[in-house]
């Protein structure tokens, strides 16, 4: 074996051995649940759960194109009393330690209120404490 090829074998050994087959499968149960949890402490508007959520560098791009850093986040208010939000199609890919989660936000504002469809894209990375968002947008469908 050619040493370059040597190296190569021993690297994609190395790498196999970090990063489990089941750690994907961990990683993607592990960002829908921070998914649902992010959803319902934004409708609730707990601070302390978005907090941990959200990294420190947390930028979102909102429908209307407006930027909101995590210190608009967690100064907004929650969604109207009656409101409900359901996410759909979910897809998590997982690149070492980021991970892109996208999907369909369906947000019902409540009674004498039209439904919407917001497609979303959050983006993670893994951190000491865990996923943490460092990047969300969302657009209406």
């Known amino acids: 074996m050619k040493p370059t090829l040597h190296l190569i074998a021993i ?8 990063f489990p087959a089941h750690a994907a499968a961990d990683d993607e149960a592990t ?4 998914e649902q949890t992010w959803i ?5 508007a ?12 947390f930028v979102t791009t909102t429908p209307s194109g407006a ?7 967690l100064l907004a208010p929650p969604t109207p009393p009656g409101s409900t939000q359901t ?5 998590v890919h997982v690149t070492g330690d980021t991970a892109v989660v ?7 504002p409540g009674a004498h209120a ?17 996923w943490r968002a460092v990047s969300a947008q969302l657009t209406r469908r």
Not at 31 to 34: A, G, N, S
Not at 40 to 44: G, H, M, Q, R, V
Not at 102 to 108: D, I, Q, R
């Open 11 to 18: 690297a994609s050994l190395a790498l196999s051995a970090a």
């Open 31 to 34: 960002l829908k649940t921070i």
């Open 40 to 44: 319902t402490a934004a409708s609730t």
């Open 46 to 57: 707990n601070r302390a759960t978005l907090d941990t959520l959200l990294d420190d560098t």
């Open 67 to 73: 930027r909101r850093s995590k210190s608009d986040v």
């Open 87 to 91: 996410l759909m199609n979910i897809e």
């Open 102 to 108: 996208t999907g369909t936000n369906h947000f019902n």
């Open 114 to 130: 039209q439904p919407s469809d917001y497609a979303f894209t959050d983006v993670f990375v893994r951190r000491e404490s865990g």
